[in-house]
């Protein structure tokens, strides 16, 4: 069975994906917050993926997969930190995953990285430049990441590297990033 390793697992994306994969792979995560109550039969180590025992964790564990998904994805709290979560602890990740034999890699992107720009054409493509930083540099970590991750793409083709960009939704309802933001609440205390 194939073991899976998934990154910020204790988040809500992370409890309903292990969900999912439960019976079918060997799950385990990481997540710098604890996950009460997680399934029996799943291992959460809680660790920073810029630390060193995140780098033990993926050598005892030895995943055929890694799904990234520990981010920092809100504008609370100090930029400069988020910064480094997301930039330091992926790339940290991504020596790990060529030094320590992992197979198939997924990075959670984010449609974000694109920028919103009058010129973007209707339908983007994979050709689109990443330009989301020119114009809100609040989120040029999340370009960063995604550059590092397609960068890591073609220095390692052996392993199978998937960056998903999925696009997020506004609306009276939904409670995102992009929505705190474009509200203005994510300016305040």
């Known amino acids: 069975m194939e073991k899976v390793l998934i990154t910020g ?21 990481v997540d710098w917050v604890p996950w009460e109550g997680h399934p029996k039969d799943v ?4 660790v920073d993926l810029r630390k060193k025992k995140f780098e033990d964790v993926i050598r005892t564990e030895l995943p ?25 602890g992926t790339k940290q990740l991504l020596d790990h995953c060529a030094n320590y034999g992992v197979q198939k890699l997924v990075v959670l992107s984010s449609g974000y990285v694109y920028g919103a720009f009058p010129e973007n054409p209707f339908y983007m493509d994979e050709d689109s430049p990443l330009s989301a930083s020119r114009s809100y540099p609040e989120i ?24 998903l960009r ?4 506004l609306g009276y309802y939904v409670h ?14």
Not at 146 to 162: C, E, G
Not at 166 to 169: D, F, H, I
Request: aromatic share 8%; glycine share 10%.
């Open 64 to 88: 055929t997969a890694v799904i990234h998904m520990g981010f920092i994805r809100h504008f609370r709290g100090d930029e400069r930190r988020r910064h480094d979560v997301n930039v330091r």
């Open 9 to 29: 697992i204790s988040g809500g994306q992370g409890r309903l994906l292990t969900r999912r994969l439960l019976g079918n792979y060997e799950v385990c995560g």
């Open 140 to 163: 040029r970590d999340l370009v960063e990441v995604d550059t590092l991750a397609s960068a890591f793409i073609w220095k390692y083709p052996h392993v199978r590297t998937t960056v």
């Open 176 to 189: 995102s990033m992009i929505g705190q933001y474009l509200r203005g609440s994510a300016c305040r205390p």
């Open 43 to 46: 291992d959460v180590h809680m």
């Open 166 to 169: 999925p696009a997020n939704v």
